[in-house]
């Protein structure tokens, strides 16, 4: 069963930084895009960025909303993907979902999600 | 971007009845589009990818068809574990924008 674990959500202050971590089990993770999804409390889902496979030589893409604060990277030995985030907002108040990408597409795998607060 | 819109933001319908939800492109995105469903306070679940194929373990009440950059996701009896809020998503290209969702509920 593919099961994904985030965590090192939390509070953090305006201008401060947390780093996310998702780790996968129950599946090939070297075979896989990861994507990062969020959701502000109460809203819709927003697509954050994506981290392909080795074949594809680990090419990120960002949202413009994180581009230039966010860096998905991944540790394909330890089934993991990351989140880095710096300069945080308090527009970026979310939670934050890893995702298995498949065919390069869709996702059919969510993890629980993980709650990053952005308060004073 | 391409962005994504959705019809009716929410609706409630009896049990039994048929529902229907629309989603619409900006911009043509060939079949490139999933729907999810989120149930309160839990995590979304595909149901539908490449706009009209079920994914694995959904029940065939729920399907999915297009019409240029119009998308349609029917429940074709609604049941009271179909309360939930549906999404629906591009992915032909980058951003993979999500509709902003249509809430669902049981009158």
């Known amino acids: 069963e593919v099961q994904l674990v985030e965590s090192g959500g939390g509070l953090v202050q305006p201008g401060g930084s947390l780093r996310l971590s998702c780790a996968a089990s129950?599946?090939?993770?070297?075979?896989?895009?990861m994507d990062w999804v969020r959701q502000a409390p109460g809203k819709g889902l927003e697509w954050v960025g994506r981290?392909?496979?080795?074949?594809?030589?680990?090419?990120?893409e960002y949202a413009a909303s994180v581009r230039g604060r966010f860096t998905i990277s991944r540790d394909d030995s330890k089934n993991s993907v990351y989140l880095q985030m710096n300069s945080l907002k308090t527009e970026d108040t979310a939670i934050y979902y890893c995702?298995?990408?498949?065919?390069?597409?869709?996702?059919?795998?969510w993890g629980q999600g993980t709650l990053v607060t952005v308060s004073s | 971007d391409i962005q994504m819109t959705q019809s009716p933001s929410s609706l409630s319908a009896s049990v039994g009845d048929r529902v229907t939800i629309t989603c619409r492109a900006s911009?043509?995105?060939?079949?490139?589009l999933a729907w999810y469903q989120q149930r309160p306070g839990k995590v979304p679940k595909l149901l539908i990818y490449?706009?009209?194929t079920l994914h694995s373990g959904v029940p065939s009440r729920f399907s999915g068809s297009a019409s240029g950059t119009d998308f349609t996701l029917t429940i074709s009896s609604l049941q009271p574990e179909d309360v939930a809020t549906y999404f629906c998503?591009?992915?032909?290209?980058?951003?993979?924008?999500f509709g902003p969702g249509t809430k669902v509920d049981i009158k």
């Open positions: 995702t298995r990408v498949r065919s390069g597409s869709y996702y059919d795998y």
């Open positions: 911009q043509g995105i060939s079949n490139y």
């Open positions: 129950g599946l090939i993770f070297s075979d896989y895009y």
């Open positions: 490449a706009a009209s």
């Open positions: 981290c392909r496979d080795k074949v594809n030589s680990y090419a990120t």
């Open positions: 998503q591009n992915y032909y290209s980058a951003p993979r924008t």
